[in-house]
């Protein structure tokens, strides 16, 4: 039981732990082996722990910790009251997060927060009521600091309003919470406690259906099992095996369980060399116990260390960390592990241990390659791992970029190291290693040996760089592709790791030059920060009667139920008797004649009752636009083809796989938009909204802009996928329907994805007649209050830019209509942009005609963005967003904040790190969380105020409000557009001045390689290197010095969006 949901619900799991886990307060025991008894409380992904591995642990689930039927804990009544939960999918999870930290900390720090919910992805919420709920529990205060101005963000003299005593602030009252009490929190049950003794001294067997799980109690006993199973894995924290098992058909019949064996627990401090960590120690442990190492040891000693704690801080999520194992991670040799890079520079080495005896095995470039004579042998297992101290004249780094800044695995990483000669700036030793590089992790071994003997300069930068990019090639059919956006990263790191040993050699000796002050900002990577920010909207009047609801801040119905995991959501239904799971079986090709189906293979695995094709429909098979069964042929790679019923989810999907399915391939194919352009493949009929005569106009005005804009799609990345229940009545052939879905009408059973994707070609006309914006007048000057507003506040320096492009865009029509404001403030000219898409109430407009009114009312809004880009890596900080929004009158105004949160954040996703990628067939690469980037809590800006204007009427609607809904999902663009800003910047400082094409979503690898520097062109001049070699080579001495007039760093730049919607 995986608590309330099938989503990956965290698990607390409160491990008996015995000999296994070490305890910190004796770390600095040096020399002794460290073994201690404790319990130790952890977060877990539920649907990577093998139910075996929890012999002898306590479970809670988010049901166990409150209800409403006997006593709702903290926790829980502070998301629910907090407003931290609209679809309440993501909440047990949450909720299990912060109880877990408030486990093991009465009163966590801000750090440890966003640490705990580093891992959690909410899609509704935003994230910021969720982080308030949890630092409701801190002792620090709740104020951003942020400013630079030494204003708090609380102060309610910052909010802008005619009348300040009309405006709240406030979404709920903290005086109600419950306080914490500990002491009513449950114990560790004595009876697990007894079993786990004894469970300790046998080794112990569980037998499944297709795999049997052995637990051994001894070293002896693991060794002997490996030589019976050599093939068999040892799963210590199943993250690699698992989602292997689970995703990728890998199958293993025996699995070995080595978590009880205490020698693979132990810690020890050699006080002269370094520390060996035992292979089973979580990374979450191993975090802890370096941090201290970090803590008590004189810098130079803890370079290693230091480099791999930077890494565990953004290794997936706090979960994650706390199941995997360092061995397994060793073992595993992620082409992506961001620890083996530092390990290997640093000269680990592996404590191996057999029935033979033991051996010690360097941690280097070949064993990460993978070389036979580098590897363990079948009977080996890995007892614990050596790491190093680092020497006095030894500097090590570890660099990474992500798509996304936490729990996403590197696009590239990389671990560096430098000796040089005692007291001097020559290179004694040099290692580098680059992970995401290749299928494995990569070494520039050869290029390092080249640079031995040369001093610590710009040349020696120069050269390495070229030498790397020599060595470390990437095949252009290089997983995940990226070719040069990584070859620049390669550079990019090793530039970073220049001015870092620059840094501290100047420390250690200042005849060293010290890193230029242009160059500084390359040396602070973007902190993991809080997000934080105030939320204002007009008070209710004061004579209204305390019992009226209207226009406050009310936490949803549903808020307990979700926190306390009493909500049922379509998968938590209890089974009923005789029920049925389908499993879709979809096309894989994206357009072909079906020739013929079979199921025999299928039908013939247990638990299978049938499968379902087009031909068993007895009634209408979907619509022409949409057939529920493909019928005769496919039109795209995807669509449902037939579905396999079966008694449980888990042997429909397997007797899914066996549906042999023959397509004879047809023509045409059409993937992408232009495709459809170029072939007429259109949906629907033609519908088109013109104002005035656009012909004429476009004869006559000053200007035509043409230009082509990409856009990439987004999924929906619902929390709860989609998913039905269907139950046959007796009587009256009656059905009782359960559907996930939020739109009943349109419902297609069985289908569990949806996409929205966009992409749309523009002519833009620079109008000298104002007329078509005139509508747009008064939003405008909303907008311009919020420009003056932002900037007043921030004291931006002139250079800064705001941009704002005026936008209308309809989901109603194909005709786009834009039209454009210009704007004048502080002497520069601001272009306001204005967008919108949504479908609220059903509009009266004649389309052949052209005639009615296709918008019952408009939602007005305008954010303005500020963020921060790296222009070395590609990677942005979102600093600082304010929303103005006019939602007429506000029914409940934490339930429209909530919304315009929510949206904001996905909009945030779609603009700048939602990136989905087919294949030329069409077949989507990006499908689950692992390639597919949503925001986490860090990718929010670190403040974040939204404030509703005050009310308005809306006469068509009850109480004069406005659906809000997606609408705040354009102001996303604001950051969009900051980030051109700020690239804008930093390539006019390159001397680039010419308009840039900049297609959305702006991701680390379009922003990198829109800011062109000495490195990118180097990477495409090593393009041609190959080809000309000779040449290159007698032209080394000219190439100009990568550092000449160059500037990199971090830019910051503001973006302002207006939304404008339907
Ligand atoms: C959601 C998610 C996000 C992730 N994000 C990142 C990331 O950002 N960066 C990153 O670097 N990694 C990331 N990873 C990978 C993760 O670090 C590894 O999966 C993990 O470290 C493997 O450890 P484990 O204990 O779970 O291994 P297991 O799955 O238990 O085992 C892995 C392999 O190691 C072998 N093994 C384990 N212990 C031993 C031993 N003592 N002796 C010999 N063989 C052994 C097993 O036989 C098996 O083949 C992520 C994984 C997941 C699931
Ligand atoms: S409330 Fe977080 S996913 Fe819906």
Redesign the pocket.
């Known amino acids: 039981n995986s608590g309330q949901k099938l989503a990956c619900i965290i698990l607390l799991l409160r491990k008996i732990v015995t000999d296994i886990h070490i305890y910190l307060e004796v770390m600095s025991i040096y020399g002794k082996k460290i073994i201690a008894l404790c319990y130790w409380h952890y977060s877990v992904?539920s649907c990577?722990v093998p139910i075996c591995s929890l012999y002898g642990a306590a479970v809670t689930t988010v049901e166990g910790i409150g209800s409403t039927k006997t006593r709702i804990h903290p926790v829980q009544e502070r998301i629910a009251k907090g407003h931290g939960t609209q679809c309440g999918f993501c909440t047990p999870g949450m909720v299990m997060s912060i109880y877990t930290l408030l486990r093991n900390h009465l009163q966590p720090s801000t750090e440890q927060l966003i640490e705990t919910l580093g891992g959690n992805l909410c899609r509704c919420t935003g994230y910021r009521p969720i982080v308030e709920s949890g630092k409701s529990f801190s002792a620090e205060s709740s104020c951003c600091q942020m400013k630079g101005t030494g204003e708090c963000c609380l102060d309610q003299e910052e909010h802008e309003s005619e009348n300040k005593s009309d405006v709240c602030t406030k979404l709920y009252q903290e005086e109600e919470f419950l306080p914490l009490d500990p002491t009513q929190e449950f114990i560790f049950p004595p009876e697990l406690m007894r079993m786990a003794e004894e469970a300790r001294k046998k080794t112990l067997v569980f037998q499944g259906e297709r795999i049997t799980w052995i637990s051994p109690a001894t070293l002896n006993d693991l060794l002997e099992l490996k030589l019976q199973y050599p093939q068999a894995?040892?799963?210590?924290?199943?993250?690699?095996?698992?989602?292997n098992m689970k995703f990728k058909d890998v199958f293993h019949s025996v699995i070995i369980s080595?978590a009880r064996i205490s020698e693979?627990n132990v810690v020890m401090i050699d006080a002269n060399q370094g520390l060996t960590i035992g292979?089973?120690c979580s990374?979450a442990q191993v975090k802890e116990i370096l941090t201290e190492m970090v803590l008590k040891l004189p810098e130079e000693k803890t370079q290693t260390y230091q480099a791999l704690l930077k890494?565990l801080r953004?290794?997936?999520?706090q979960q994650?960390r706390n199941?995997?194992?360092l061995?397994?991670?060793i073992?595993?040799r992620?082409a992506?592990?961001?620890?083996n890079p530092v390990l290997g520079v640093g000269n680990c080495v592996l404590n191996l241990v057999s029935k033979e005896g033991t051996q010690q095995l360097p941690l280097n470039d070949h064993f990460l390659a993978g070389s036979p004579d580098a590897n363990?042998t079948s009977k080996?297992?890995?007892?614990s791992v050596f790491i190093p101290f680092s020497k006095k004249w030894e500097f090590v780094s570890a660099f990474r970029q992500?798509q996304r800044q936490q729990?996403?695995?590197?696009i590239v990483n990389s671990g560096m190291r430098v000796r040089f000669k005692e007291g001097t700036n020559t290179i004694m030793d040099l290692n580098i290693l680059y992970g995401g590089v290749g299928s494995v992790t990569v070494s520039a071994k050869k290029s390092c040996q080249q640079l031995i003997g040369r001093a610590w300069n710009e040349e020696m930068l120069d050269e390495a760089c070229r030498l790397v990019l020599d060595e470390v090639t990437i095949p252009g059919s290089s997983s995940g592709g990226m070719v040069e956006y990584k070859r620049t990263l390669m550079i990019s790191f090793l530039f970073k790791f220049y001015l870092e040993v620059l840094q501290d050699l100047n420390v250690r000796d200042p005849r060293y030059p010290d890193v230029p002050n242009k160059f500084q900002s390359v040396l602070e990577d973007f902190p993991l920060t809080i997000p934080c920010g105030t939320q204002a909207y007009e008070c209710v009047d004061s004579h209204q009667p305390p019992q009226d609801p209207v226009g406050r801040p009310v936490m949803h119905q549903s808020g307990i139920k979700h926190a306390s995991g009493e909500a049922i959501f379509c998968d938590d239904m209890p089974a009923i008797d005789e029920e049925l799971f389908l499993a879709v079986v979809t096309s894989t090709r994206p357009h072909a004649k079906i020739i013929s189906i079979d199921a025999s293979e299928a039908l013939a695995l247990p638990g299978v009752v049938d499968v379902i094709t087009a031909q068993d429909i007895p009634a209408q098979n979907g619509d022409e636009e949409e057939r529920l069964y493909a019928q005769d042929e496919v039109i795209c790679v995807g669509q449902i083809v037939c579905t396999v019923a079966a008694d449980s989810y888990f042997h429909a999907k397997q007797a899914a796989k066996k549906v042999n399915i023959v397509y004879e391939d047809m023509e045409p194919v059409i993937v992408t938009i232009k495709d459809a352009v170029s072939h007429k493949s259109f949906i629907g009929s033609e519908k088109k909204l013109e104002q005035g005569n656009i012909k004429e106009a476009f004869q006559t005005v000053d200007q035509i802009i043409e230009g082509e804009v990409h856009m990439g799609g987004q999924e929906h990345f619902y929390m709860e996928t989609q998913s039905v229940l269907v139950i046959p009545k007796t009587e009256d052939k009656e059905m009782e329907i359960y559907v996930s879905s939020q739109d009943a009408a349109l419902v297609q059973v069985g289908s569990s994805r949806i996409i929205i994707s966009c992409e749309f070609e523009f002519v833009m006309i620079a109008a000298k007649n104002k007329d078509s914006v005139i509508a747009q007048t008064c939003l405008c000057l909303n907008v311009t209050r919020l420009i003056v507003l932002f900037l007043r506040r921030n004291n931006l320096p002139d250079n800064h830019g705001v941009a704002c492009n005026p936008v209308i865009f309809s989901l109603v029509g194909l005709g786009l209509l834009f039209s454009g404001v210009i704007i004048s403030l502080f002497d520069k000219i601001y272009f306001i942009f204005t967008t919108g898409y949504f479908r609220g109430y059903k509009a009266d407009m004649d389309w052949v005609k052209g005639e009615g009114d296709v918008y019952p009312y408009f939602v007005y809004g305008a954010a303005c963005s500020e963020v921060e880009v790296d222009c070395l890596t590609g990677a942005h900080k979102n600093i600082r967003t304010d929303i103005v929004m006019d939602a007429s009158f506000s029914i409940n105004p934490a339930i429209d904040i909530g919304q315009i949160e929510g949206a904001f954040t996905q909009g945030v996703g779609l603009y700048t790190l939602e990136e989905l990628k087919y294949s030329p067939e069409g077949v989507l690469y990006t499908r689950s969380?692992?390639e597919y980037k949503i925001p986490s809590i860090t990718d929010i800006p670190e403040e974040l105020n939204v404030s509703l204007l005050t009310s308005t009427k809306n006469p068509i609607a009850i109480y004069s409000s406005k659906g809000l809904g997606e609408s705040g999902m354009f102001l996303g663009s604001s950051v969009f557009f900051a980030i051109h800003d700020a690239v804008t910047a930093a390539r006019k400082e390159r001397g680039l001045t010419e308009t840039f094409t900049m297609s959305s979503p702006a991701t680390p690898e379009l922003i990198r390689m829109i800011c062109v520097d000495k490195f990118t062109d180097l990477v495409w001049s090593s393009f041609f290197f190959f080809s000309v070699y000779v040449f290159f080579a007698t032209s080394f001495s000219c190439y100009q010095s990568l550092l000449c007039d160059f500037s990199v760093g971090r830019r910051k730049a503001v973006g302002v969006s207006v939304n404008h919607n339907l």
Not at 380 to 383: D, I, K, S, T
């Open positions: 992904t990577l894995p040892l799963v210590m924290g199943n993250t690699f095996v698992g989602p080595p693979l292979a089973g990374l890494h953004t290794l997936a999520g994650i199941m995997a194992s061995g397994g991670h073992i595993s992620l992506a592990s961001d620890l363990l080996q297992v890995l007892a992500a729990n996403a695995l590197a969380p692992n």
